[in-house]
């Protein structure tokens, strides 16, 4: 029988077995060993018993073996038992014929229960452990195809990042997004959407090499961390054997889909470059190749980056920027062709920055528009032009004002209202005031764009539409539109002395719009010539540097005194419309 000393021993040895990671094998082992130690008996066995499964056997000692080949005499079975479930059995054998005192089965019997205590103690951290790791995974890859998430890419780019600054190896980053995806979602569903992503991604493995990371970000977006590289051409050639793997379409359950990729590519340069940095750089790439077209590869554009960074600076920067006073106006006349007389300024939007200086206006609406400040910015435009003409301002009340209009703030729901808002609140009669906007609002929803116009008419503003010429130049626009004034296109006018072209054109369209019952304006006139000729041709009003330049409210006085006032002389009657 086994001693009290010798059996309290091997529990504490079991009991050490709950402060480890000791495996459920370990147990048995350990179970299987200290039992033939302490018991009578030649050899022990242990089988467990699987839910819904048979015995399996999991540890026997060397003298089981032994007695197992050679033949037993009597066996003994002591169940592993754990709340009422049986977890298995402890086998005893003898190699001859005989029985166990009731001590040591006593005993047997304690070292099973003992063991199957810590047997479900063993799987319980096993499951825990599992669980973690399970999670661990989750929280590190994309559910939908496997691959690395963004938590995990950023994390092997921080260490590739790393290991290329000590060995001199190139790393390169490829960003690789689905070309028109949506359409793929909008016509065969989001389950075939999912389905072609995880195509793409076992594409996308088959054609890296075995030691690049291909993760995905969101959505369609596909990133390839490249290490090892000996060249940075080699990171082109990946990009273009990414392309390739667009070649053939994708073969779904349900349809057969053409998809391509364009895919951006930056390199790891300077040594305070963050992997962060790379990525976007990546990132910046991938949109330079859909501005180019798409399905094709590009490797970042610094200075179109630079461009960019800047863009998104001013952006942030023109928040604010009416409060703080950098924002201002200036005033271009426009005058009468036959007498030069001045009976009109067009408004025109400034923006001293702080530290660049003066914006254009060609890079400063876009801004305002993709900031979706262009409302806001609007509104204060249309209230400062009307304050600047109010009685006993510089603008007197005798000239009409011209204000520029954007697609977008035209289109704005309640736009009609606003401007009604403001002319009220500044005591500012409509018909003073002429609207002008591109060909570009008639083009992104012709239907909104009548009924605004024709609620902007009915209050009794007029509508000219400005660059005629530039853009689409529908003659529909003309007839279908409630248009007062025509603004003929500088470009058409720089070339008035020499380009038989261009004084044709605006010949024809200063004719379009007499025949219309509209008022044509010239823009850009710089010389005396082409101020004679458009006074030949008929048209009505000019505007351009030949005149005055934009000038600050206060400067206008001048030009508008009797004494000192633009007035050119009359051209010759013969010479101011052309005969037939």
């Not at 022990?44 to 007695?67: D, F, H, I, K, N």
């Not at 991938?286 to 590009?298: E, L, N, P, V």
């Not at 529908?474 to 248009?483: G, R, T």
Request: hydrophobic residues 45%.
């Amino acid at each position: 029988m086994a001693s009290d000393g010798r059996l309290s021993e091997v529990l504490r040895e079991f009991a050490r077995t709950m402060v480890t990671d000791l495996p459920i094998q370990g147990i048995l082992d350990q179970l299987v060993e200290r039992t033939v130690e302490i018991l009578p008996v030649t050899g022990a066995q242990v089988t467990l018993v699987p839910p819904g499964a048979g015995p399996r056997y999991e540890a026997a000692s060397e003298c089981a073996v032994r007695a197992l080949s050679m033949g037993v005499a009597a066996a003994f079975a002591f169940p592993l038992r754990y709340d009422d479930h049986q977890l298995g059995t402890l086998l005893l054998y003898l190699d001859k014929p005989g029985v166990l005192d009731v001590a040591s089965r006593e005993a047997a019997q304690t070292l099973a229960d003992v063991a199957a205590a810590y047997i479900v103690n063993a799987q319980t951290r096993a499951a825990l452990r599992e669980t973690s790791d399970q999670a661990q995974r989750m929280g590190l890859h994309d559910p939908l195809t496997g691959l690395p998430n963004r938590v995990l890419f950023l994390e092997r780019l921080d260490h590739a990042v790393l290991r290329s600054r000590r060995s001199g190896h190139a790393v390169a980053v490829l960003f690789a997004d689905l070309d028109r995806f949506k359409q793929v979602n909008d016509v065969y569903g989001h389950h075939a959407g999912d389905e072609l992503l995880v195509a793409v991604a076992q594409r996308l493995t088959a054609a890296l090499r075995p030691g690049d990371t291909l993760a995905r970000l969101a959505g369609d977006e596909f990133v390839i961390l490249c290490e090892g590289l000996d060249s940075p051409a080699r990171a082109d050639a990946i990009a273009a054997r990414i392309g390739a793997e667009f070649a053939t379409p994708f073969q779904l359950e349900r349809a057969e889909i053409d998809v391509t990729a364009s895919v951006g590519i930056a390199l790891l340069g300077r040594d305070d470059q963050l992997p962060e940095d790379l990525l976007q750089d990546a990132d910046m790439a991938m949109y330079q190749a859909k501005r180019r077209g798409g399905a094709r590869h590009q490797i970042i554009d610094l200075s179109e980056k630079r461009h960019t960074l800047q863009q998104v600076n001013l952006e942030r920067e023109l928040r604010g920027a009416a409060t703080r006073g950098e924002l201002h106006l200036e005033y271009q006349p426009i005058v009468e062709t036959g007498n030069g007389r001045m009976a009109s300024v067009e408004a025109l939007l400034r923006w001293a920055h702080p530290s660049q200086g003066l914006v254009a206006p060609s890079a400063l609406i876009p801004i305002a528009e993709r900031s979706g400040l262009i409302n806001e910015i609007g509104r204060w435009v249309l209230a400062k032009a009307c304050n600047d003409r109010q009685p006993g301002t510089s603008l007197t009340d005798n000239l009409a004002l011209s204000v520029n209009v954007s697609g977008h703030q035209l289109m704005t729901p309640g736009f009609p209202a606003t401007v009604a808002g403001v002319l009220s609140d500044h005591g500012t009669d409509p018909q003073r005031v002429t609207l002008e906007v591109t060909e570009s609002v008639f083009v992104q929803d012709s239907g909104r764009a009548f009924d605004v116009l024709a609620e902007l008419k009915d209050l009794g503003l007029k509508i000219a539409l400005d660059d005629f010429g530039t853009g689409y130049s529908s003659l529909q626009y003309l007839k279908q539109f409630p248009i007062d004034v025509v603004k003929i296109d500088q470009r058409f006018i720089y070339d008035l002395e020499h380009d038989p072209a261009s004084h044709a054109i605006v010949y024809t369209i200063v004719e379009l719009a007499h025949v219309l019952g509209m008022t044509a304006v010239a823009e850009g006139v710089e010389t005396a010539e082409q101020h004679q000729l458009l006074a030949s041709i008929g048209c009505d009003f000019c505007q351009g540097f030949y005149f005055a330049h934009p000038l600050p409210p206060d400067d206008l006085d001048a030009l508008a005194s009797p004494g000192m006032g633009i007035y050119l002389p009359v051209l010759p009657l013969e010479h101011t419309r052309r005969a037939g």
